[in-house]
C-alpha cells in the first residue's frame, strides 16, 4: 500500500475513535459503546488529528494518478475543515438537521439489533446520551461567551426536536420508546430489560433537559439575524461545494434557470389537464385519491418496488452495479425528523445495507407524483449507486475516499442529475411523474435565489412578480418557496428553516448537477459518435468522490 493510502486509512480509524458516531455510521467496529464528545475539547481532539493528518498527506509525493487525486481531495477537504473549526463553527452547530442535537439520537438509527449483545450496546449508549447532551451545551455556551451563536429560530426549533424525542409532547410515543418496545417485541432478558428502560428514561429526561436549555437559555442570546453574510457563506460554500463560487452570479443564474423550469411546468400541465394552470395541476396531483398511495406501510412497499426495479433495469444496461449494492432498504424514520427525504450508506462490510428514509410527516395519504424522481434521486441511480459504489471500489481508492468522501456538490449534484437521466431513459414518461422532475427542478432552483438571497440579504429584482425590490427574509422565502414549487407548506416551512440553519448546502443540488452536465457535455463533444455514457459513466464515478473543482479538471 502507498504511504498516502497509509495516512488516509489510518486516519479513517483515529477519526472512528474520536467520533464513535461516524465508527457506527461507517460500520467500523470497536466503539458500539461509546458516545462522540461534543465538548470543546473533544472539537479540539479532531482539529489536532486533521492537523497533523494535513501535514502527512501533503508532505507526499504521489507515484501515480490513483494517489494524487487521492491526496488532493484528503487534502482539500482537511484544509477546510481546518478553516471551519478556526472559524469557530463548531460552537454553533445548532440547527434542525445534521448536528449533534441530532446525531444524539440518530447514532441508534445505524446501530444493528438483532442479538443480545446488540441491545447491551444499545443500553449502554443510552446511558451515554445525559452526558453527550450535557458536553454539546459546552460548546454552545462558550460559543455564546465568544459571540459565536446560531440563530434562534434554529434554537427554538431544535427545542422542539427535543421536546419531541424527550416526551414532553402529550400522547406521542417517543423515539427511545419506540426502542424499547422494539427489544420487547423478542424474547427479552429480565436484566438487559431493565438496563435499556434505565437507559430510555434518561435519554428522554436529557432532551427534555436539552429542550429547556435552548427555549428558555440558548435562545434570549442566540442570534436574531439567520443571515450568515458574505465571508462565511464563502466558507461554507466550498464546505458544501468543493469549489469556490461567486454567490451574486450564482443568485442570478439560480432565477434564470427557474424561469427554464417554470416553462416547462407550463407546458407539462397542458399534458395532464388541458387548459389548467400549473397551480390547478398540482392541486390536483396533491388531492386526488387515484394519484395516491393510502397508509404507511402501502408506501414503503411502493417505494421500495421502485428501488428494485430501478436496480434490475440500470444493471448491465447503462451502469455495472456490484453485487454487494443490489439492495437498497426502505425505512420511515421517527417524528420529529425534517421533512425531508434523505439516504444513508452501507456499512463497511456491508451487513448493513444501503437505506432510504421517507419522513411521513403525521401523513397516511402519500401522493405519488413527486415521490418517483425522489426515488431516483435518494436510490438508483442517485446516491445510492454513487456513494455505496464508491465503497465497492477497494484498493483503488484510500479508505479515506471510500468512507468519507461525501461532497454535497458533487454527491447531490449526482443525485440531481440521476433524475434528469431517468427522465431521458424514459422512466418519467408518465406526465405526473415528470411533473415531479420539473417541480423537483424548480425546488432545487428556488433553493439557489432563497438560500444566497436569505444569507447574503439580497434583493428580489425588480423584474420579478413576487415581491419586486424587497429583501428575503423567511417569511418570504416560505411564501415565495410554495408558491414555485407547490409543495406543502409544512414541507417548505422545515425547508426554508433548514437552508437558513445550514448555509450554502441547498445550492449544491443544482450547481452540482449543472458541474455534472458540464463534464458530460465535454466527454460526449470529445467522443463524438463512440461516445458510451455507461463507459463514462463508470469512469466518473470509479474516480471516487471530490469537489467541484477537482471534478472539472479530472474529467475535462
Given amino acids: ?37 461534543y465538548s470543546p475539547d473533544g472539537a479540539a481532539r479532531i482539529a489536532a488529528l486533521n492537523h497533523r493528518t494535513l501535514e502527512a498527506i501533503e508532505a507526499e509525493v504521489p507515484a501515480d494518478d490513483r494517489e494524487r487525486v487521492a491526496r488532493e481531495f484528503m487534502a482539500e477537504r482537511l484544509g477546510v475543515q481546518r478553516d471551519l473549526y478556526e472559524a469557530g463553527e463548531q460552537l454553533r452547530a445548532l440547527r434542525i438537521i445534521a448536528s449533534p442535537l441530532q446525531r444524539a439520537r440518530s447514532i441508534f438509527d445505524d446501530m444493528p439489533k438483532a442479538t443480545e449483545d446488540d441491545w447491551a450496546n444499545i443500553a449502554a449508549r443510552l446511558a451515554l446520551v445525559p452526558r ?60 438487559l430489560r431493565a438496563d435499556l428502560e434505565r437507559g430510555v428514561r434518561g435519554a428522554k429526561f436529557a432532551y427534555a433537559e436539552m429542550a429547556s436549555f435552548l427555549r428558555n437559555g440558548y435562545a ?12 462565511r457563506y464563502a466558507l461554507l460554500s466550498r464546505v458544501f461545494l468543493g469549489d469556490s463560487i461567486d ?7 439560480g432565477w434564470q434557470e427557474l424561469h427554464e423550469v417554470e416553462r416547462e411546468m407550463v407546458a ?18 396533491e388531492s386526488d385519491p387515484a394519484r395516491s398511495i393510502e397508509g404507511a406501510d402501502a408506501y414503503r ?49 456491508f451487513k448493513r445495507s444501503g437505506r432510504t428514509w421517507w419522513p411521513t410527516m403525521g401523513r397516511e395519504r402519500f401522493p ?18 454513487q456513494v455505496a459504489g464508491a465503497r465497492c471500489l477497494g484498493d483503488k481508492l484510500s479508505r479515506y475516499q471510500r468512507l468519507l468522501g461525501f461532497i454535497s456538490g458533487y454527491g447531490e449534484g449526482w443525485a440531481l442529475y440521476a433524475e434528469r437521466l431517468m427522465g431521458e431513459l424514459g422512466y418519467l414518461e408518465n406526465p405526473d411523474y415528470y411533473m415531479g422532475l420539473l417541480s423537483a427542478q424548480a425546488l432545487r ?12 440579504e439580497l434583493k428580489i429584482p425588480a423584474g420579478e412578480s413576487f415581491h419586486p425590490g424587497e429583501t428575503w427574509n423567511h417569511d418570504l422565502a416560505v411564501e415565495f418557496s410554495i408558491e414555485r414549487t407547490g409543495r406543502p407548506r409544512e414541507f417548505m416551512a422545515s425547508e426554508v428553516v433548514r437552508y437558513l440553519g445550514w448555509g450554502a448546502q441547498a445550492i449544491s443540488y443544482k450547481v452540482g448537477e449543472a458541474s455534472w452536465l458540464r463534464v458530460r457535455d465535454s466527454a460526449k463533444k470529445k467522443a463524438g459518435a463512440d461516445f458510451d455514457l455507461r463507459a463514462f459513466h463508470s469512469q466518473a464515478l470509479d474516480l471516487g468522490p471530490m469537489g467541484l473543482a477537482q471534478l472539472e479538471r479530472e474529467l475535462a
Fill in 1 to 37: 500500500m502507498s504511504r498516502i493510502f497509509e495516512i488516509a486509512d489510518k486516519y479513517v480509524d483515529e477519526l472512528a475513535a474520536l467520533d464513535p458516531s461516524t465508527a457506527t455510521a461507517l460500520g467500523i467496529p470497536g466503539h458500539e459503546r461509546e458516545m462522540p464528545d
Fill in 132 to 191: 453527550t447532551l450535557a458536553l454539546y451545551r459546552q460548546s454552545l455556551n462558550e460559543g455564546i461567551s465568544r459571540g459565536l451563536v446560531a440563530a434562534k429560530r434554529q434554537a427554538l426549533e431544535g427545542a422542539k426536536q427535543a421536546e419531541t424525542w424527550s416526551g414532553v409532547v402529550v400522547g406521542e410515543k417517543t423515539y427511545f420508546d419506540g426502542l424499547l418496545a422494539q427489544y420487547d417485541a423478542g424474547t427479552p432478558n429480565a436484566g
Fill in 220 to 231: 434570549s442570546k442566540a442570534s436574531e439575524s439567520e443571515a450568515a453574510g458574505e465571508d
Fill in 247 to 253: 454567490p451574486k452570479e450564482t443568485y442570478e443564474w
Fill in 268 to 285: 407539462t400541465a397542458e399534458r395532464i389537464k388541458p387548459g389548467a394552470s400549473v397551480p390547478e395541476v398540482l392541486e390536483l396531483l
Fill in 301 to 349: 412497499a411502493w417505494l421500495q418496488e421502485l428501488h428494485d426495479q430501478a436496480l434490475s433495469d440500470l444493471h448491465g444496461t447503462h451502469f455495472d452495479i456490484p453485487e454487494e449494492i443490489r439492495r437498497v432498504e426502505v425505512m420511515i424514520p421517527p417524528s420529529g425528523s425534517a421533512a425531508a427525504a434523505y439516504y444513508t450508506g452501507p456499512s463497511e462490510d
Fill in 368 to 385: 405519488m407524483w413527486g415521490e418517483v424522481t425522489t426515488a431516483y434521486h435518494e436510490g438508483v441511480p442517485g446516491h445510492h449507486l
Fill in 445 to 456: 432552483c428556488v433553493r439557489v435565489v432563497i438560500d444566497i438571497g436569505m444569507h447574503l
